[in-house]
């Protein structure tokens, strides 16, 4: 039987990099730009971030609660995550929006 553990770690490990990657150069395009847009992306990609970080424990502190917890907790969790989403989508067409062309 393979274990199958080892597929959802590489992808946890991937998933945080990637997380804290977003992070790292929102807040560095922040301080190089300061505008509501980089505000927006940073905000977004810090909650975002704060989500990832927390769904392993909310998960196991809904597991305690029962089956259907753990699937509520997880469809708010995914809503949002949504939302933080979209904040950051929002202040990164805002940027995009008021790039000029050259």
Do not use: D
């Not at 590489?10 to 395009?29: C, D, N, P, R, T």
């Not at 730009?33 to 704060?50: D, N, R, Y």
Request: net charge positive; no cysteine.
């Amino acid at each position: 039987m393979e274990s199958y553990e080892i597929y959802f770690t590489i992808g946890g490990v991937f998933g945080f990099l990637a997380q804290a990657a977003i992070f790292v150069f929102s807040i560095a395009y922040y301080v190089k730009l300061k505008s509501i847009g980089t505000l927006l992306m940073t905000i977004g990609s810090l909650l975002g971030t704060m989500i990832f970080l927390s769904r392993p424990l909310l998960s196991v502190l809904a597991g305690t609660m029962g089956s259907m917890e753990i699937v509520k907790t997880q469809g708010l969790l995914s809503i949002a995550s949504s939302i933080f989403i979209i904040v950051f989508a929002i202040g990164f067409a805002m940027n995009v929006l008021a790039t000029p062309k050259k």
